[in-house]
Nanobody, 117 residues
Framework: VQLVESGGGSVQIGGSLNLTCVAS?????MGWFRQAPGKEREEVAR???????RYADSVKGRFTLTRDVDKNTLSLQMNSLNPDDTAMYYC???????????????WGQGTQVTVSS
């Protein structure tokens, strides 16, 4: 399974970005992770095989995860961005159930998001 991310960039505080991940084939679980310099990779949002969506507390109310199963895409609409959101964002996928932590089978190369004042 190949995952290709797009949509990253540089924005000012309060701005918005929409990240998109395109998968080469269907997987039951897909999600977004991020990793800032010097920090561990953290889960941002994920959608499991039952279409249940989970968000990190730090992004609830600001980020929206959507999936187009027919197109094998996963999008992350990010609003009200702040400097703490600056990180490399990675798309991840698993064939069946969503693993806990970052133990996903497939990963994209990442797309950089930078939020500045």
């Amino acid at each position: 399974v190949q995952l290709v991310e797009s949509g990253g960039g540089s924005v000012q505080i309060g701005g918005s970005l929409n990240l998109t991940c395109v998968a080469s084939t269907y997987t039951s679980c897909m999600g977004w992770f991020r990793q800032a310099p010097g920090k561990e990779r953290e889960e941002v949002a994920r959608r499991d095989l039952n279409a249940k969506i989970r968000y990190a507390d730090s992004v609830k109310g600001r980020f929206t995860l959507t999936r187009d199963v027919d197109k094998n895409t996963l999008s992350l609409q990010m609003n009200s961005l702040n400097p703490d959101d600056t990180a490399m964002y990675y798309c991840a996928a698993a064939r069946t159930w969503c693993p806990e932590g970052s133990d996903y089978e497939y990963w994209g190369q990442g797309t950089q998001v930078t939020v500045s004042s």
